[in-house]
């Protein structure tokens, strides 16, 4: 029997909500100050509009739903899943106020994106966007990266129960430390160390490459963001084709790549513990799975014949590979040329690299690492079951910072979701290929959207129609948050519908 | 008379046609044209026309601009002597010179490992750029005072409520 919900769980859904979008219009103070730096009045002013629209609905919730009672699971995932929504409506409240994006639905998508660290974008004349809108753009996804809930928990949340029940319900299902607020403010830390010795990085090599030192440095810091977090966005429309640069793109995969492991192992690193990169389960399949996937899509432009020369193919191919796999979407070629030049199998190379994601407790989204260890290790398992004797004790073990060892309800979670992933892949191909896109070209473009990547071999435009804008948006949402919460909230719906009193 | 205008017509038709495929090219191809057909004008001398947008790179004695002609921005490797007369590029503030360019399209440039550019030869100023105006949105600033004044009103009542 499903039972209708209590005011009492909208209230403390309303309150919690309201508290998360407080922290969230806090953000938007940076991109007012920086228009103010840069003397770019009508920004600030877009974002001032924005600032006070959410503080507005920020205060009504925590009043008119206020309470003092700490959240159940179902309230944490249904705050989460909510919060994610209004992080895209009132984040896109000053992208559409700059003109630069025809509708609001477009202004949505790319908060979503930019949120979801997925990196499609439908901004128009890109190369006349102002700082502040730019920054914002980067900011957001450093923000979603991290988590819109960990912003909030950093600031506002002070019970660790509650706290913990929202932490999970945004994709994270590892603590790095016993509390789940000091583990919120280590991954900041870590973060906001990163961000200053990667803008620093950034800067030096834009002003080397001949960009001015102002704008070398705030390049630095959006692509920082943008890098860090597996975003994708970059200020300018030719994305890091713009900047004509082997170090830029080193930096870059670098950055890209520390983006892509898991947080915990970060903090084993800075502790000292530089033994466990070797060994840990998600490093070790990050390096398989980028080596299978690179030699397909190496195969594939070989045979295309896309590059001339061993050493351009490299360069061409590995970015766009470690891009795709990190969930980034940086690209140092132009979408079209996915299409007109790199064939299928390079395609197939990227999509399986799209697919599979970086680490679980990282800024990437997909499959994830962690799940392809441990489906690849319960695969072994049962393939020793079928060839050794009826009586051999069969143990499988998988090192994540300590030896585990691999039980089914671990191996089924795992199944579960990457399953829930391919669905996601294929309706969206599916949506896709009902608005006349060829198979291979709709299934990247929904793989790039679900699997927060950003890669877009072009059907991603201003003119695609409204239902695959939200098919993307819907995409992105529930990648991101890898439907835990999603599949609540849509059950709490159900349940006020259906529900018995 | 005809006899001589039959001997003469392989010759008009050979001119024609060249005329034609010299003009097919001299006319400046957009960004999309490039990149869509990129193997078909791989080496090829193209013109190209557009604003100049962000920095001028310089490395040396040459340098990158991009322009972007609306559509897309494509990198030109330029020598810096050319670039003398660039005075704006595109951004928030500023409207970037208007440039024709002349050069080779590199659908995979080895040079540049495996961008696609294009290798300017000549590069000519067709419009002066200039700033943009910065004027205050007054509809903006109308919105901002009526949403501080509910925001205020909030506020005052909370405390109110709380009192």
Known sequence: ?501 | MFKKTFCLLPFVLFITYNLQLTTCFSQPLSSTELINKAKLYDGRVVYYEGEVIGDVMKRGANGWVNINDGQNAIGVWISTSLLKDINYTGSYKAFGDRVEVTGVFQRACLEHGGDLDIHAQTIRKINSGRLRPQRLNPDKKGEVFILLGVLISVWILNLLKRK
């Open chain 1, 1 to 501: 029997m499903i039972l209708r919900p209590r005011l009492e769980d909208v209230k403390i859904i309303g309150y919690y909500l309201g508290k998360i979008i407080l922290g969230l219009a806090l953000t938007m103070v940076i991109p007012v100050i920086t228009g103010l730096a840069f003397k770019e009045i009508n920004p600030a002013f877009d974002f001032l509009i924005g600032l006070e629209a959410a503080l507005i609905f920020g205060l009504l919730l925590t009043k008119v739903c206020y309470t003092q009672k700490d959240l159940n699971w179902m309230q944490g995932m249904i705050v989460v899943s909510l919060s994610w929504l209004a992080a895209m409506i009132l984040g896109a409240i000053p992208l559409y106020l700059s003109g630069h994006w025809k509708s609001y639905l477009d202004a949505c998508f790319d908060a979503m994106s930019g949120f979801a660290t997925t990196g499609l974008a439908l901004v128009q004349d890109l190369d006349h966007l102002s700082f502040a809108h730019n920054l914002w753009r980067h900011l957001i996804m450093f923000i979603g990266g991290q988590g819109i809930v960990i912003v909030a928990l950093s600031l506002f949340v002070k019970g660790a129960s509650g706290a913990f029940k929202m932490y999970v319900g945004e994709a994270r299902d590892e603590r790095v430390l016993p509390n789940v607020i000091s583990t919120s403010r280590f991954i900041w830390l870590v973060s906001i160390v990163y961000l200053v010795l990667g803008t620093l990085a950034l800067g030096i090599t834009g002003m080397l490459n001949g960009i001015k030192p102002v704008n070398a440095f705030f390049h630095g810091a959006c692509i920082f963001m943008a890098a860090f977090d597996t975003g994708g966005f970059a200020p300018q429309s030719q994305n890091i084709l713009y900047y004509h640069s082997l170090p830029y793109e080193i930096i870059t995969i670098t950055i890209m790549i520390l983006g892509a492991i898991n947080f915990k192992l970060h903090y084993h690193l800075w502790t000292g513990n530089r033994k466990e990169i070797f060994k840990n389960i998600e490093t070790i399949t990050l390096f398989v799975t980028i080596m299978i996937t690179f030699c397909i899509t190496a195969v594939g432009l070989t045979q295309a014949g896309s590059y001339p020369q061993a050493l351009t193919l490299f360069r061409k191919g590995f970015y766009q590979l470690v891009s795709g796999h990190t969930g980034t979407g940086y690209q140092t070629i132009y979408p079209q040329q996915f299409i007109n030049e790199w064939n299928h199998l390079s395609l197939v190379g990227i999509i399986c690299a799209m697919a599979l994601g970086g680490a679980v407790c990282s800024t990437t989204g997909a499959i994830k690492m962690l799940r392809i260890g441990i489906i690849y290790k319960a695969l072994k398992e049962d393939l020793k079951r079928i060839i050794l004797p009826d009586k051999a004790f069969i143990v499988e073990k998988f090192h994540h910072i300590k030896e585990v060892f691999l039980e089914d309800k671990v191996a089924r979670s795992a199944l579960l979701i990457a399953l829930c992933y391919f669905i996601l892949y294929w309706l969206g191909a599916l949506v896709g290929m009902f608005f006349g896109h060829p198979f291979l070209n709709a299934l990247f473009e929904s793989t790039s959207a679900a699997a927060n990547v950003g890669l877009s071999c072009g059907i991603t435009g201003v003119g695609m129609p409204t239902a695959l804008k939200i098919t993307y948006i819907i995409q992105m949402w529930a990648g991101r948050l890898e439907f835990m919460s999603i599949f609540t909230l849509i059950g709490f719906l159900v349940a006020a519908l259906r529900g018995k009193k």
